[in-house]
Every structure is written in structure tokens, then in C-alpha cells.
């Protein structure tokens, strides 16, 4: 089973962020994850992104389900207000 700081971690070695959260009862997760790096693409290319960063704990069944909201800083800043 896995903890939402070690998928924090996996993401944010694989990707640049602004800002990353995530949280989790174990099975289920959800995250925020703002990069620049996601400028110029489209929500499925984002979530494709950080699928791949991830693909070897899901292919292992480690990991399970994973929600998120993938922003540029741009994009955040506004979503704040």
C-alpha cells in the first residue's frame, strides 16, 4: 500500500512543480500537481505525463486510483483568485 508522500515524491522527481499535493486513504488518491512544464497541453496530455511517471506502480498494482487536477502557474494563480 502506498502513502500519499511517497506519491508526492515520485511525481516530484519526474516533474517540475510549482505546487503538489497529495492525499489518500491508501487506495484512493487525489492530487493537485501545477507545472510549466504542462503549458501548451491538454488535460489528457497532462494526465498522460504524470501516468507515465507512475505507470510502474500501477502496472505493479501498488498504486490504484489516482484523481488530479493538473495546472500550469498560470492557471492556479487564477483558480485562487
Do not use: Y
Not at 506519491?7 to 500537481?33: K, N, S, T
Not at 501545477?34 to 491538454?42: D, I, K, N, R
Not at 510502474?56 to 487564477?78: C, I, N, Q, V, Y
Amino acid at each position: 500500500m502506498m502513502h500519499p508522500e511517497q506519491i508526492r515524491q515520485i511525481i516530484a522527481d519526474g516533474l517540475p512543480c510549482e505546487h503538489l499535493l497529495v492525499v489518500g486513504d491508501g487506495h484512493h488518491f487525489e492530487a493537485l500537481i501545477v507545472s510549466a512544464e504542462f503549458s501548451g497541453q491538454s488535460r489528457v496530455q497532462r494526465q498522460q505525463r504524470v501516468n507515465q511517471i507512475l505507470r510502474a506502480h500501477f502496472d505493479s498494482g501498488e498504486l490504484h486510483a489516482l484523481s488530479m487536477k493538473t495546472r500550469t502557474p498560470d492557471e492556479w494563480s487564477a483558480d485562487r483568485g
